[in-house]
């Protein structure tokens, strides 16, 4: 995620970048958002902007990469990853404190 907050420092002349992580089961799913100049996906030129370098990294991961940008209104980049045993990669607990501590 590292080149895709690049990306947004170099070339979306963005006032915001959200990065979110979210656990889901087995899949893990990072975004990276912007509200910056945004570009037509289209348009893309072979080896322009990272992106090549993100994709390669995510299939080697066995990740699926979505990319979604439209001209004046920013870009998402949103990465899922499952657990390759299918098992649960965090377990949540609630823990409680009381009122003395």
């Given at each position: 995620?590292?080149?895709a ?11 915001q ?85």
């Open positions: 995620m590292r080149e907050v690049g990306n947004v420092l170099k070339h979306a002349s963005a006032k970048v959200r990065i979110a992580m979210r656990l889901d089961g087995v899949v893990l799913e990072v975004r990276v958002e912007d509200d910056g100049v945004g570009f037509d996906p289209a348009q893309l030129r072979p080896g322009g902007m990272g992106l090549d370098g993100l994709r390669e990294r995510a299939a080697r991961l066995g990740a699926t990469l979505d990319l979604e940008s439209t001209p004046g209104r920013g870009t998402r980049i949103t990465v899922r990853l499952a657990h390759p045993a299918g098992e649960e990669m965090v377990e949540i607990t609630e823990v409680q404190q009381d009122g003395d501590g």
